[in-house]
């Protein structure tokens, strides 16, 4: 079966980091683009960062470039969040994402983990 566990989140004061990461399984990683997403109390879910199936290319939303950098390691089927700097509207659930199309319009497979709950807070 496909899997997708998030790890590493948890209660970090505002300026601090953590590094979250996401093991996948039962999918060929390599050939997926691989996303974190956030969920905030009362917000709709947001798209924080992709990386191309081969690391090449990186996005980020606007509020986290700068601070965030995401990272995968083929070899280990795991995508990584390094998280900076951290704010207290960074608090959210985190979810990874596995996502692998045919054409932007066309998803092919899309996974997702179960998440893990970030707090920022003094």
């Known amino acids: 079966q496909v899997k997708l566990v998030e790890s590493g989140g948890g209660l970090v004061q505002p300026g601090g980091s953590l590094r979250l990461s996401c093991a996948g399984s039962?999918?060929?990683?390599?050939?997926?683009?691989m996303n974190w997403y956030r969920q905030a109390p009362g917000k709709e879910r947001e798209l924080v960062a992709a990386?191309?199936?081969?690391?090449?290319?990186?996005n980020y939303a606007d509020s986290v470039k700068g601070r965030f950098t995401i990272s995968r390691d083929n070899a280990k089927n795991t995508v990584y969040l390094q998280m900076n700097s951290l704010k207290p509207e960074d608090t959210a659930v985190y979810y990874c994402?596995?996502?692998?199309?045919?054409?932007?319009?066309?998803?092919?497979?899309?996974?997702w983990g179960q998440g893990t709950q970030v707090t920022v807070s003094s």
């Open positions: 039962g999918f060929t990683f390599s050939s997926y683009a």
């Open positions: 994402n596995a996502e692998r199309k045919l054409t932007k319009a066309i998803t092919l497979n899309n996974y």
């Open positions: 990386s191309s199936s081969d690391g090449g290319s990186t």
